[in-house]
């Protein structure tokens, strides 16, 4: 019992002194966002855009796949800000909704990708042996493996299969569960490496140490001392990856093996009607394809700032974090 109150208590005192605070937390951050990096405040506020965009979609007047919601493939109007498509469908409405969709996509597979990276680069890195072996050999061999031959393969294997209690069709379907997950196993297992690296160094630490003499178990450590020194980079891979998850569903979605027909997607618009009437209609392509790139060029930049701000070593001067 002393032991356990002991090492209780060296948690406790270690919680306060090892990764002491910046003042105003958050808002802090906020502040150097403001002030330092103007290119990633730039891409928060393409973020939020989107983000708001995909939470209000059911806002716009015209439905995503409502027929004759204006003349066939009429260029941008008041009533229309992009134009209409090949069936009279409001282009801005199916470029809001496909929003929803990339906002949603990336959320689930950088939640998933995340879940992955944290769980194998943690055991590896604080076990080591041959654990860290085994995981290590098994993640460059996934490494060594095209990313999106991986993702067509899955997809082409599993997509006729449908899971009991999960919709045939929509954002909830099957074949959108399972985009998200090969997604996030893609992401999450090259993440692993940088988690890993990261888990290495906070453990040769001093107060790891220490709470390991004292008798502390691995969950104790690895939960009170380590977890919560690796969210920076667990921060930062998230920010980065959400850009990657909605390029590649895009580029599945412009293959056909992406989100299904009846679902508006950027990659889906820009496969469809966009490549069979660019010459005569080119607002088909130009509104996917820019919000797109706005989208990718938002979280990259976003995640570029926030790099800088929270990883110490860049910080021109600043202390270190893990004391």
Known sequence: MAREQTALALDL????KRAPRRP???VDVLQRLLREKPLGLAGAVIVLVIAIAAIGASLVPYGPNELGAGSRLAGPTLAHPIGTDNLGRD???RIVYGARVSMWVGMLSVLTSMLLAVTVGTLSGYFGGW????????VDAFIAFPGLIFL?????IFRDSHAPGLPKEGILSTQVILLVISIGILLGVGSSRIIRSTVLAVTGLTYVEASRALGCGHARIIFVHVLPNILPPVITLATLGFGTAILLEASLSFLGFGVPPNVPSWGGMLNREARAFMTQAPWLAL???????????????LGDALRDLLDPRLRGGGRAQFQ
């Open 131 to 138: 654990l860290d072996m085994v995981l290590q050999r098994a």
């Open 24 to 26: 105003g937390g958050f």
């Open 13 to 16: 005192d270690l919680a306060t």
């Open 152 to 156: 067509l393969a899955v997809i082409a």
């Open 287 to 301: 509104g996917p394809g820019i919000a797109l790139s706005l989208a990718v060029f938002g979280f990259n930049m």
């Open 91 to 93: 282009v801005f409405a």
